[in-house]
């Protein structure tokens, strides 16, 4: 059983009422959350310090503008932490930046929910989302996949927050409407909500009803996996694939775990000599330019596939419409699989890559 | 087909161990393929993955990996690094349908050029068996 506030508002706007006390009381510097804009549509994260400015946060709003976790690791050391409220996607891969050393769980009250998914960027920008907001809400509170929202969203079994100070239960609750129920997970939460005036109850998230959504999710998942064939069609099927990529590295730029400020596929170990390209030219009798692109994703797959914690973004941005998502976390997922490595869920375990056992993979190398 | 077949094997041999091993192999007299291309690097962690996946795409028909055996490498620890970025690339070549068969890693010491030679030839009959890469006509990668 689990410590539980409740805040009689609906789920939004009790969050907005203990951000605001968080805020008034001193308790934290900013309060980082999304904030609409005049413009129907459209919502961008923000970091606010005024709390008259909250009128205008729409904290559980269902889109990602961009990776929340990517900005958290900009915020250096304060004195007093900063309140952010995101999805569990973003607070996975703010887990894995913090293991890279790109970010500082101490900087945080870390708020996320359990989550019932986001809308596309191209609903959004044909101004779709709005309209679809209410009919989003009673899918969630009835615990099913809303219809617009993405397909890495539909695959995605880890809606449920790991490592969340306070988890709001969004998904599922039929009482969003008039009931702001927040789970404190940690003794930060708890010192946290001192004063603010409100209810404490014991209370957990419904178990069964976590199955079955769970269920179904990994059942999508699998049927998007499968959709992607390329571990049985060579190097053609390879090709195939990749072969629209125009090497934008758009996918690279929105990805949280993609932090390198000067990436490797960027410097100029890539760039085209002409010496390089005439021997390529005498063995081949032709080159695709630009160069390398199929080798830039396979390159950015072996650099960070373990971590890919399947948030989407990759292939939201692509304009060449390849399901970089999939085929990140596809692959990301068989490789971390070979150390029992889970991305996002405990910021002690390590990167594959950084360590290592003496006594692994004993008979490797040795025939 | 086979017959006219000389596959060439990029050979990245760390100085400490096997480039050592297999100049041991040299100076004894005992002969071994020359489909290798060795270059020599300072350890076998020195292997960045791109490089095998470059030259796998640049048409190489298979890439060696030598090092010292775990436990001796002359930096500590660098062949336990080499030891999971292999598996984490065999891994990933699987996953995207190219040959993983095309990609070795052998522990050879600088005592072991018998080994170096037993190691290289049997892998250049193992890739002579497969076959040419095919990436080595295809200009599109």
Not at chain 1, 180 to 200: H, P, Q, R, W, Y
Not at chain 2, 21 to 47: F, H, N, Q, W
Not at chain 2, 66 to 74: A, F, Q, S
Request: aromatic share 10%.
């Amino acid at each position: 059983m689990d410590q539980v506030l409740i805040v009689k508002n609906s789920a939004e706007k009790g969050l907005i009422e203990f951000l605001k006390f968080l805020l008034e009381k001193d308790r934290v510097s900013g309060v980082f959350t999304l904030i609409k804009t005049k413009k129907q549509d459209d919502y961008d994260y923000a970091l606010i310090t005024e709390p008259e400015l909250l009128k205008d946060a729409f904290p559980l709003h269902p889109f990602l503008p961009v990776n929340a976790g990517k900005i958290l690791s900009n915020f250096t050391d304060l004195k007093k932490p900063v309140v952010a409220v995101i999805k569990p996607c973003e607070l996975r891969s703010f887990i894995e930046l913090v293991k890279r050393t790109q970010g500082n769980l101490e900087n945080f009250l870390l708020i996320s929910f359990t989550c019932g998914g986001a809308f596309t960027f191209s609903d959004t920008v044909e101004n779709k989302t709005d309209t679809l907001l209410s009919d989003y809400w009673t899918a969630v509170s009835n615990a099913n996949d809303f219809k617009n929202i993405r397909s890495t969203c539909k695959a995605c079994d880890n809606f449920i927050p790991m490592n969340a100070d306070i988890t709001v239960s969004l998904f599922g609750n039929k009482n969003i409407d008039s009931s702001c129920k927040m789970f404190l997970n940690s003794e930060k939460a708890k010192t946290m909500v001192k004063g603010f005036d409100t209810e404490i109850l014991e209370d957990q998230l419904d178990k069964t009803q976590i199955e079955k959504i769970s269920k179904r999710r990994t059942e999508y998942k699998e049927k998007l996996f499968n959709e992607i064939k390329i571990q049985d069609t060579g190097l053609d099927g390879l090709i195939d694939e990749f072969g629209k990529c125009i090497g934008c590295h758009a996918c690279s730029r929105v990805c949280p775990i993609c932090y390198c400020v000067l990436c490797d596929f960027e410097s100029s170990t890539y760039d085209d000599s002409s010496s390089m390209l005439e021997s390529e030219l005498n063995r081949k009798g032709g080159v695709r330019l630009p160069t390398d692109t199929v080798l830039y994703q396979i390159g950015r797959l072996s650099h960070m596939s373990f971590s890919c914690i399947g948030c989407g973004q990759c292939t939201e941005v692509c304009p060449v419409n390849i399901p970089v998502s999939v085929i990140f976390r596809k692959i990301g997922e068989k490789v971390a699989k070979i150390f029992d490595y889970i991305p996002g869920k405990d910021v002690a375990e390590q990167i594959p890559v950084t360590i290592f056992k003496e006594e692994e993979f004993t008979t490797l190398g040795e025939d | 087909m086979a017959t006219n077949f000389l596959p060439k094997i990029v050979s990245f041999l760390c100085k400490w161990c096997t480039y050592s091993g297999a100049d041991l192999a040299g100076t004894s007299r005992m002969k071994y393929p020359s489909t290798i291309l060795p270059i020599r690097v300072m350890c076998s962690s020195r292997v960045n993955p791109v490089f095998i996946i470059k030259s796998f795409f640049n048409g190489a028909d298979g890439i060696l990996i030598g090092g010292c055996h775990p436990g001796d490498c002359h930096y500590q620890s660098g062949n336990y690094h080499t030891r999971r970025r292999f598996i984490i690339l065999t891994k990933i070549f699987e996953s995207l349908g190219l040959e993983s068969e095309r990609l070795r890693l052998a522990w050879i010491s600088a005592a072991e050029g018998a080994r170096f030679v037993k190691v290289t030839t049997e892998f250049t009959e193992k890739i002579t068996k497969l076959g040419e890469n095919s990436a080595k006509k295809n200009i599109f990668v």
